[in-house]
């Protein structure tokens, strides 16, 4: 680190640490995680909502409270991933796979505390991280052109699509045809309808929002309605002791947290990927290194550690674009660019020269307010628990009605409401039959995504195939696809084979 | 009952037809073939051919694998003996199932009810209706949760977050 790097951020705190800016960090990470953890109200959302509002403050101030809402609505998500099996947010979508069950089984305040400590942890450990490496980043993110998006987001939906579930070829069906879903609207280039069956409301795009929530929160209420409580152990306590073990637990897993953490980072950092692909990758690839994977998806910490220190990180990775590049690196940072923007700031590779210390200022403020959400969290966590012993029959109507105002809220539009509710339907039928619902998602998140890096690499390349394997990192992720798919049967085969020896040494 | 009787009931049930067992099971990959058809026979010919390579490249992986789940299914339903006919497995599961119908009855009212009516009004009848299907029988607390839910989604999406959901013919 060169003496002017630590100059500017000596300097950076001392425009961060002052009463006011603290005060606005506590306001907006409180406000930011009671928001996002209402199904339905994304961090996109809560950010663009709290927007308006910073015009008058100063850019440091603006800026600083839009990290903390930002932070705060990546935690908020967690809360209903792990009381009502409903992702807050779509960084919390994996959240659900793991904490939810351990819901189920007596241990939210444990599983709270699990993902408290590890989206702080991670939100910390990545703020650091990028403080240091925010320009080589971004030399790197530079590197993954249309080509590469385009084999990555193949590679991201096969490797979940494997690791999740039991079945490959059905988490296979399941994430294709999310990538047909969100191939019916109107045709990127040429704006040419496509198959929305006439409804207005798919003409640009499937919403994703509805459709999270319709498989996860309204398909769990089919079953919900039939029990007498979400959690089935009646004596679940709510003692800080048992949110504190989760603490503990977390803090025991320094490598869990960081191999998370590092994923969230890397993926965070592409432009476009976000918090949604992040939990994905990082839970499948906490059950690939796990020795118990079978226990991924019926209340693994493991699982909840994955996807919470993932999205935090994300956080901070999804600041890299949009301040070294200019390119949002999530949905959320793009309205940060706006805000950016609006106050004077021109993000991009100009940025760390004309702006460095307002680019600081940020980033140091990701620390503090990871550090509020600590507070905030375990103050809030203890009340919240309760949820999971109340009778269901008052949890359903209560839910339904949030979920459909959450739905309504993104487009003030009924037929995001009513799409919620057919996917409500899918999602049950999906998981009766043991289809998971998460490379469905997938699939309608990254689908656009593809599409669009698809088409604009066959106009670049003059419609030659041959082109998404021009480059070491295509190849590479390519490779990477391809043992994704071949990894399990492999190493059942090699599995085998030791053990075949094994038995005859013996 | 003691639980062990109640398994011995479950597994001395009959087993559904396997008609309707093929039905629920192959209804997933079915409705993402029958996406594939109707989306191939809205856009071929329409849209250039450069255009529909991804699309269709989805198709074709969606079909190869969904023939593939298909016939792993279909060996399994091969080997599965049902007892009972198509309509009394339809009606046992209506049965076993009655309160998760009863609950998308009562949602669909609901969400149609929305427009009509007004959102909040919508609300309060449908978490009476939902309340109700649960098996919740005591007014006073149907009443007050309604009431709380209410004013929270009012205070904390109209209020504070700006939204305006549809009014309905009572202005409400």
């Given at each position: 680190m060169t003496p002017l790097q630590v100059d500017i951020i000596t300097q950076a705190l001392g425009v961060l640490l002052t009463p006011e800016n603290i005060a606005f960090i506590a306001v907006g990470v409180t406000f930011g995680m009671l928001a996002g953890s209402i199904p339905g109200f994304t961090g996109t959302n809560t950010v663009a909502i709290a927007l308006p509002f910073t015009l008058p403050m100063t850019p440091e101030i603006a800026l600083v409270t839009l990290s903390a809402i930002y932070v705060g609505a990546n935690y908020g998500g967690a809360i209903p991933a792990v009381l009502i099996n409903t992702p807050g947010t779509a960084g919390a979508t994996a959240t659900v796979l793991d904490a939810y069950p351990m819901s189920q089984k007596g241990q939210a305040s444990k599983a709270l505390g699990i993902s408290i400590a590890a989206s702080v942890i991670g939100g910390l450990i990545s703020a650091v991280i990028i403080l240091f490496m925010l320009q080589p980043i971004g030399e790197i993110a530079f590197l993954f052109t249309n080509r590469e998006i385009f084999v990555l987001g193949i590679f991201g939906l096969t490797a979940v699509a494997v690791a999740i579930g039991d079945n490959i070829r059905k988490g296979l069906v399941a994430g294709f045809i999310g990538l047909l879903i969100a191939a019916m609207p109107v045709d990127p280039t040429t704006g040419q309808r496509r198959l929305d069956f006439g409804f207005f409301g798919l003409y640009d795009s499937v919403p994703f929002v509805p459709v999270v929530v319709g498989l996860f929160a309204i398909s769990e209420l089919f079953y919900l309605i039939n029990k007498a409580a979400i959690s089935e152990d009646n004596s679940v306590t709510t003692t800080y002791r048992d949110i504190f073990e989760g603490v503990k637990y977390a803090i025991t897993r320094p490598i869990a947290v960081v191999r998370s953490m590092g994923i969230g980072l890397i993926i965070g950092s592409m432009p476009g990927a976000g918090t949604s692909v992040a939990n994905f990758v990082s839970w499948g690839a906490a059950k690939s290194m796990s020795e118990k994977p079978e226990t991924f998806g019926e209340g693994n910490p493991d699982g909840v550690i994955a996807s919470e220190a993932s999205n935090s990180a994300v956080t901070a990775g999804s600041l890299v674009p949009t301040l070294?590049?200019?390119?949002?690196?999530s949905g959320t940072t793009a309205v940060m660019l706006a805000a950016l923007l609006l106050h004077g700031l021109r993000p991009g590779p100009q940025l760390m020269q004309d702006f460095a210390l307002e680019a600081n200022v940020i980033i140091l403020s990701l620390l503090v307010a990871n550090i509020f959400l600590l507070v905030a969290a375990l103050a809030v966590s203890k009340y919240l628990v309760r949820v999971v012993t109340m009778p269901a029959n008052l949890i359903v109507p209560a839910i339904l009605a949030l979920t459909v105002i959450g739905a309504f809220a993104m487009r003030s539009s009924m037929f995001d409401v009513w799409l919620m509710f057919l996917f409500g339907i899918i999602g049950f039928v999906m998981r009766e039959n043991n289809y998971s619902l998460i490379p469905l998602i997938l699939g309608i998140i990254l689908g656009p995504i593809i599409e669009g890096s698809f088409l604009r690499s066959m106009l670049v390349s003059g419609n030659d195939p041959l082109y998404f394997f021009g480059s070491t990192i295509a190849i590479l992720l390519w490779v990477l696809t391809v043992l994704a798919l071949f990894i399990q049967p492999i190493s059942n085969v090699v599995r085998g084979v030791i053990a075949n020896r094994t038995d005859l040494l013996n | 009952m003691t639980s062990t009787e109640a398994e011995e009931g479950a597994t001395n049930r009959p087993t559904p037809s396997t008609s309707a067992v093929a039905l629920f099971r192959l209804a997933f990959p079915l409705a993402g073939l029958v996406l594939a058809v109707l989306y191939v026979e809205s856009t071929y010919g329409r849209i250039r051919l450069n255009n529909l390579y991804y699309p269709y490249f989805v198709i074709g992986v969606l079909g190869v694998l969904t023939a593939t789940v298909f016939a792993t299914e279909l060996r399994q339903l091969l080997e599965y003996d049902g007892e009972q006919s198509f309509v009394e497995s339809v009606r046992e599961a209506a049965f076993e199932w009655r309160r998760s119908i009863g609950f998308t009855v009562v949602a669909v009212a609901y969400l149609w009810l929305i427009e009509p009516l007004g959102f909040f009004p919508a609300t309060a009848l449908g978490m009476i209706g939902v309340m109700l299907v649960g098996g919740r029988r005591d007014p006073l607390w149907i009443a007050i949760s309604t009431l709380l839910i209410v004013v929270f989604v009012y205070v904390m999406f109209v209020q504070i977050m700006g939204l305006r959901p549809p009014r309905g013919v009572l202005g409400l």
């Open positions: 070294a590049l200019g390119i949002p690196g | -």
